[in-house]
Every structure is written in C-alpha cells, then in structure tokens.
C-alpha cells in the first residue's frame, strides 16, 4: 500500500476507536455514550479551542476517518473522557503517530504542549519516512524499469511510427502539426488519465515537461521547421523526420527528467532529511530536473524558445514545489490558513489569467516580436535558404507569429487548468487537522 492508503486506513481504524470510547463512557445514573456535541464539550474544558471551532460535524469527520489524527486532538480527547495514559498511547501507535508503544507513552507524559507537538512533528516525518523506505527504496530500480519498459519504449514506437503519415503526404500544411498534437495528446493521456501507481508526482510531472518542451513545434511548424534544428540535418527539411527527432528528444529529456524526480524524492524522504522544512525538502525534489532540462534545451535550441522556457520551466518548478509541500507529513495548517492559502492562491489565479493573456496578446501583436527564426542556438548558426521554403523573410516571420499564438495559447490552458487547478485542489483538500 501506498502512504496515503495507509493513512487513510489508521484513519479510519483510530476513528472507529474513537466512536466506541465515544458511545461507552459513563455519563451517570447508569447512562452511558456522549452525544458528538457532548463530546465537544468535554474537549472544550480541556482546550477552548474545542468549543470554539468545531461542531459536530467535525466530530463525524474524526470517526469516519475524513480527517488525519493528530497528537493534540487525542491527548485532548483522551483527558476530556478520563482515558488512561496507556489507552491514549495505544490510539497514538494506532494513528501512526509514533514507531512504538515506548515513543508514544513519552509523547503522551510530556507535559509542554508545543514540546509534544514538535515530537509528533518529527515522528509523522519518521512514519512518512518508514513508508516512503518500505514502498520505494526497495522499488526504485524497478520503477524506472517500469518507466522506461512500459512508457518510454511504447510511446518512442508511437512516435516513430509517425513515418507512416507520409503516406497521406507529408507535405500537407496540416500534417506537421497534427503529428505534434496527436503525439502530445497520447503522452498527456497515459500520464494523467492512466499513471503509473505508487509514483507520486512523477508521472504528472514528466508529461508536463514533455507537453512544454513540444508545445514550441507548433510554432516553428507552419514554416517547416523546428527549434533544435534537426531539419537542417542531410535532405530532412520538408519530411516528418526533424519532428520524429525531436519528439523523440523531448521523450528522453523528459524521461530523465521524472527519473531525477523521483530519485530525488526517494533521497529527500527516506528518512535521512527528516529535519529539513517541508519546503527545502519540496525544492531538493523539483529543482535538480527542472534545471538538467532547461540545461540541456538551452544549449541546443534558439533564443526565442530558451527565454519562453526560462519562465515556463520556473514557474513548472514553482508549482511542483507547492504541490510536493502540499503532501507533506510536516505541513498541517489550520482551517483558517487552509482557507487563506485556498483564497490567495484562486486570486493569484485571476491576476496571472490576466497578465498572461495581455502578455500573449501584445507578443502577437507586436511587429517586432517573435521575430527570432530557429537559425541558430548556442553551438553555432546557419543560413535559412528561403527560395526553398518558397517564402519571403517577411511571410516566414508572419507564419511563425501565428505559430507563436498557437503554442501560447496551448501552454497558457495546460499552466492555468491543469496544472494550476491541480495546485488550487491541492490546497482545497489539504488535511487540515481537526478543521
């Protein structure tokens, strides 16, 4: 099983216990079980916050297993119904808060309250720890095999069958661009809708890099060209293969990408930087592919591409990050900063709807910009024999304007919908404890 399996299994155990104590405890006059609205009664005399806060509502979250356990609330909840301190650490073990019976009795004789939440800090990192080495340090080989065998392989086979277009004839306006989509569609598809299981971020991960590194064909596309400068390989100008070589390219990178990812997830909570914060851990896990790939594509593509991808890949790693710290053991807001961070985040989405669509829209308009043809990258430059394009310089800077408002149209849905909204759920459904 996964973590998150696990957690919501001990979630639902430890609540099921929680409803017994619940329905068993002597009120007197031989009457026995406390009504959830009692039971917050009880809690609030112990800790205001209790009856201040939450309802009953809340109360049912807890034993259905809706919420995460934590250390406070059963301490809490153990003092409101007279429980003994060995029953309090058994339901502390039972909710995973602790790797042993002796851990969770010192947790429960500690006296200092933010001593005892720093404690089941650093044990949820150790518990999340234990899981991550149980499902992953024995796996990491075989994960990447299953990567490279079953989603690497398959889908470089699809791509290049994509020989097989020239036979309706290459040549066609249309068919460039139809090859990238299609290709950029399947690996969207089996990465979101059909992902490797037990991988976490990894596969949303890769075909998102993936999606940005192709998403620039379509804007060299209309003039026959892209922006590695594959087509000024031999006699291929003209014919399927510079995107084939380029699809293929962006497959491995990407590849390599989501295996840096997930080697560095692997690193980051295997236990040996559970006192790092949950955001340094977060950007040990992003940053390393998200730098390798704009490295490499640096280097061998045109300035127009490395300067979109310098934003682009940033804000990917930005987003990543945020999601990674999401799901972190150590990151237990409050209801009221759940809510915050829920609102800030959906307005912060407004402002950059706009800004990008002003940026995109002024970048089209502009008759200067783009207006950087794929003549170049950082290893050397070469001519462009317009006669054979049987284009003007002026037609072949039109054709590849509109190619840029297709490519930017394009990335701004995939950055905003999804991958954006998948941060914005991520925030909604963050545990936010007892809220």
Do not use: C
């Not at 112990?46 to 939450?54: F, G, Q, T």
């Not at 004839?169 to 299981?197: E, F, H, K, S």
């Amino acid at each position: 099983m996964v973590e998150s399996d696990v957690q919501r299994s001990r979630a639902a155990q430890l609540g099921f216990v929680m409803r017994s104590y619940r329905e068993s405890f002597s009120v007197g006059d031989g009457r026995r079980g406390l009504t959830q609205e009692a039971l917050l009664e009880r809690m609030g005399s112990v800790d205001s916050e209790y009856a201040e806060r939450y309802s009953h509502a809340t109360v049912s979250r807890w034993e259905s297993g809706g919420t995460r356990p934590t250390l406070q609330r059963l301490k809490v909840f153990g003092k409101a119904l007279n429980l003994s301190r060995t029953e309090v650490a058994g339901l502390i073990l039972l909710a995973g808060l602790a790797r042993d019976f002796q851990s969770a009795w010192r947790l429960v004789t500690s006296s200092d309250r933010g001593e005892a939440v720093d404690d089941g800090a650093a044990l949820d990192r150790t518990s999340a720890s234990v899981g991550a080495e149980g499902v992953w340090a024995p796996s990491v080989l075989r994960t990447s095999l299953r990567l490279v065998l079953f989603r690497v392989l398959p889908l470089g086979m699809f791509i290049a069958s994509g020989y097989a277009l020239s036979v309706y004839g290459w040549n066609n306006a249309w068919m460039p661009t139809t090859y990238v989509v299609v290709v950029t569609a399947v690996v969207l598809a089996q990465g979101i809708l059909l992902p490797d299981r037990g991988t976490g971020l990894r596969e949303f991960f890769w075909v998102s890099v993936f999606f940005l590194l192709s998403t620039p064909l379509l804007q060299f596309a209309p003039i026959g060209m892209d922006h590695y400068g594959f087509y000024t390989i031999g006699n291929t100008a003209g014919t399927q293969m510079p995107y084939m070589l380029a699809l293929l390219f962006n497959l491995l990178i990407a590849s390599a990408a989501g295996l840096v990812f997930q080697l560095q997830w692997f690193r980051q909570y295997s236990g040996n930087n559970g006192e790092r914060s949950a955001l340094r851990r977060a950007a040990s896990v992003a940053l390393p592919p998200v730098i390798l790939v704009y490295t490499v594509v640096a280097v061998i593509s045109n300035v127009s591409v490395t300067v979109q991808l310098a934003v682009l890949l940033s804000v990917l790693g930005v987003f990543f990050i945020t999601m990674l710290v999401l799901r972190d053991p150590v990151f237990k807001p409050s209801e009221r900063d759940r809510l915050f961070l829920l609102a800030t985040t959906s307005v912060l989405a407004m402002i950059s709807t706009t800004l990008g669509v002003v940026v995109v829209l002024s970048i089209y308009l502009s008759p200067d910009l783009p207006s950087v043809l794929p003549d170049h990258n950082l290893l050397t430059s070469w001519e462009i024999n317009f006669e054979e394009l049987g284009l003007t310089r002026e037609e072949a800077l039109d054709r590849l304007n509109l190619g840029y408002l297709w490519h930017a149209v394009w990335v701004f849905a995939y950055m905003l919908f999804v991958v954006g909204g998948r941060v914005i759920v991520g925030f909604y459904r963050i545990d936010a404890g007892d809220g």
